[in-house]
């Protein structure tokens, strides 16, 4: 089976760009959960996505987005980045919302 | 409502050297325990988990993990240290929410391990 694979894996974006992400689960996994990684923060929960619907939500401004499509496939979008959101963006699948989960490589976003 | 704590933030042995990472947690109902391990700029690799069956569980590169639920603790070990097990490790617990049928999902802070020559 494959793995969790993340789109692209570097990003380097200016000041008030905006960016999008892209997540593909593995087979037959519903659940697509979003994570923030940073050296000051560690690991921060985004959000999650089940079924096309988001279930969870971490504690991030409305400038993070998300939505999963039918093929549960997942994307998140930030809107006008700021400095502070240079990170590694960790995507995770998992058959059952909030069980086991398996990762994907990371998206390394760099904001200069 | 349930938490995670792994009570070192740092370990550092040496090569050969037993490693013992420590992990509480807290839960209401039956809970599913997970160690991940992630090296520089990867993403978490499930190292081993804990789903209600035998209470020692064997996971990749000889780590194991015992729950005990009398002291609310799943710690991590391993007999002897190698190189390539420096790394960061992640304490996790899934558990039932109160009345909505929903699992949460809660992560330890991290542990990071060096690993001396």
């Known amino acids: 089976k494959a793995g969790v694979t993340q789109t692209p894996r570097y990003l380097i974006k200016t000041r008030g760009q905006q960016v999008t992400l892209s997540c593909s689960p593995i087979s037959g996994h519903r659940s697509v959960s979003w994570y923030q990684q940073t050296p000051g923060q560690g690991l921060q929960f985004l959000f999650e996505?089940?079924?096309?619907?988001?279930?969870n939500k971490g504690n991030f401004p409305g400038r993070f987005s998300g939505r999963q499509f039918s093929n549960s496939r997942s994307e998140m979008n930030v809107s006008t980045l700021e400095l502070g959101d240079s990170a590694l963006y960790l995507c995770?699948?998992?058959?059952?919302?909030?069980?086991?989960?398996?990762f994907g490589p990371g998206t390394r976003l760099t904001v200069l | 409502a349930q938490s995670v704590t792994q009570l070192d933030s740092h370990v550092s042995v040496s090569e050969g050297t037993p490693v013992l990472l420590r992990c509480n947690y807290s839960?209401?109902?039956?809970?599913?325990l997970f160690w991940y391990v992630q090296h520089p700029n990867k993403g978490l690799q499930l190292l081993l988990k804990?789903?209600?069956?035998?209470?020692l569980v064997k996971g990749i590169n000889g780590f194991e993990a015992e729950f005990k639920k009398s002291e609310t603790s799943f710690h991590l070990t391993k007999p002897s240290a190698h190189m390539s097990d420096a790394a960061e490790y992640f304490c996790?617990?899934?558990?039932?929410?109160?009345?909505?049928?929903?699992?949460?999902?809660?992560f330890g802070s991290g542990t990071r391990l060096q690993v001396q020559p």
């Open positions: 804990y789903t209600s069956a035998a209470t």
């Open positions: 839960s209401s109902y039956s809970p599913s």
């Open positions: 995770a699948s998992s058959l059952e919302s909030n069980n086991e989960q398996f």
């Open positions: 996790v617990v899934s558990d039932l929410v109160r009345d909505t049928g929903r699992r949460a999902l809660t």
């Open positions: 996505y089940f079924s096309e619907t988001q279930r």
